[in-house]
T-cell receptor, first 118, second 112 residues
């Protein structure tokens, strides 16, 4: 149980285009999902916290107009990188917290999406 | 603010040898602590977690970790390392419904 999927697993796009990444909890409901960015050989940097039915909470320094997050259902959150540029190239990982899990805060991680902007 | 320190960026051990990865945390209350493993190009897999109770926690793949409040540490151990354990390991801290903070990771290399 507790499987989180991401789609696509990798994507290459041209500079200036927008890319949408999906994060799904397959066998549980997730009131809260998280989006992380990971640069090569570095740790995960939390970008935003996504709550179902409400606006995402962005971490300091993360441009909310560039990284659009939508959490329209209890099993799906999407991250759209708008007007992507080469510096947006990175590994994006989502995680989901089981709504029934109480305060134990365990997050289940997706396999990640490799974005390359040319 | 909560923080996690993993002092070892890279560790190399021989297959069959014991392993200890260090993790120190800073948190104002009783923390929830996690160890995750990440293989290249993959997401994170939870190895083990500590919420309360017994300070020695058993996880998957033969890993264990010990919570030491007096030292603010949560070191990960394995008595005998296998080549398949080569990966990046992340310690993380969080509590309640707060966000989880990750350490910078320790890359484990296993040599034959």
């Amino acid at each position: 149980g507790a499987v989180v999927s991401q789609h696509p697993s990798w994507v290459i796009c041209k500079s200036g285009t927008s890319v949408k990444i999906e994060c799904r909890s397959l066998d549980f409901q997730a009131t809260t999902m998280f989006w992380y960015r990971q640069f090569p050989k570095q740790s995960l940097m939390l970008m935003a916290t996504s709550n179902e039915g409400s606006k995402a909470t962005y971490e300091q320094g993360v441009e909310k107009d560039k990284f659009l997050i939508n959490h329209a259902s209890l099993t799906l959150s999407t991250l759209t990188v708008t007007s992507a540029h080469p510096e947006d190239s990175s590994f994006y990982i989502c995680s989901a917290r089981d709504s029934s899990g109480g305060p134990y805060n365990e997050q289940f991680f997706g396999p990640g999406t490799r974005l390359t902007v040319l | 603010a909560q923080s996690v320190t993993q002092p070892d960026i890279h560790i190399t051990v021989s297959e069959g040898a014991s392993l200890e990865l260090r993790c120190n945390y800073s948190y104002g209350a009783t923390p929830y602590l996690f160890w995750y493993v990440q293989s290249p190009g993959q997401g994170l897999q939870l190895l083990l977690k500590y919420f309360s109770g017994d300070t020695l926690v058993q996880g998957i793949k033969g890993f264990e970790a010990e919570f030491k409040r007096s030292q603010s540490s949560f070191n990960l151990r394995k008595p005998s390392v296998h080549w398949s354990d080569a990966a990046e390991y992340f310690c993380a801290v969080g509590a309640g419904y707060q966000k989880v903070t990750f350490g910078t990771g320790t890359k484990l290399q296993v040599i034959p």
